[in-house]
């Protein structure tokens, strides 16, 4: 069994675009409102072609999934964290969450805590993206 985080978003296809762009987001799978499945729904629950029933995609190797809220009503993230751990003592883990916090940064996301040494991690940062998810990375 595992976990995996599930989130909401007014727009789904805006954050998938934005994760892909700026937090290197990869294998992304969607099934949107223009799928054939919905060709036949009542008119009460038809929905728009950009409409996201249900998404999946990764970050740093690890899946995440997500949707739309039903008529697209705004949602509150606050609160919703990623944390991406790793060795402190692998070079190469700690250039690949050095480079997606960077990216992330360089896209227009708000450094809530710098990349740095802490009195807890070696190498420790947190950003929130413009859906109000709040991201870090944590050496261990």
């Not at 690890?62 to 739309?68: K, P, R, V």
């Not at 751990?85 to 050095?98: C, H, I, L």
Request: net charge negative; glycine share 8%.
């Amino acid at each position: 069994m595992k976990s995996i985080q599930y989130f909401n978003f007014q727009n789904s296809l805006s954050a998938l675009n934005f994760y892909e762009k700026h937090l290197g987001a990869t294998n992304i799978n969607r099934l949107g409102g223009d799928d054939k499945m919905f060709d036949d729904m009542p008119d009460d629950y038809q929905i728009d072609k950009d409409f996201t029933m249900h998404a999946s995609f990764e970050i740093l190797g690890e899946t995440f999934y997500c949707s739309d809220t039903w008529k697209n009503k705004s949602i509150d993230n606050t609160g919703a964290i990623v944390a991406f751990t790793f060795d402190a003592s692998n070079t190469a883990d700690k250039e690949r969450a050095e480079e997606f916090f960077n990216r992330a940064v360089a896209g227009g996301c708000e450094v809530t805590m710098p990349l740095g040494k802490t009195e807890w991690s070696e190498f420790y940062g947190m950003f929130n993206d413009p859906y109000g998810v709040t991201w870090m990375v944590n050496a261990e």
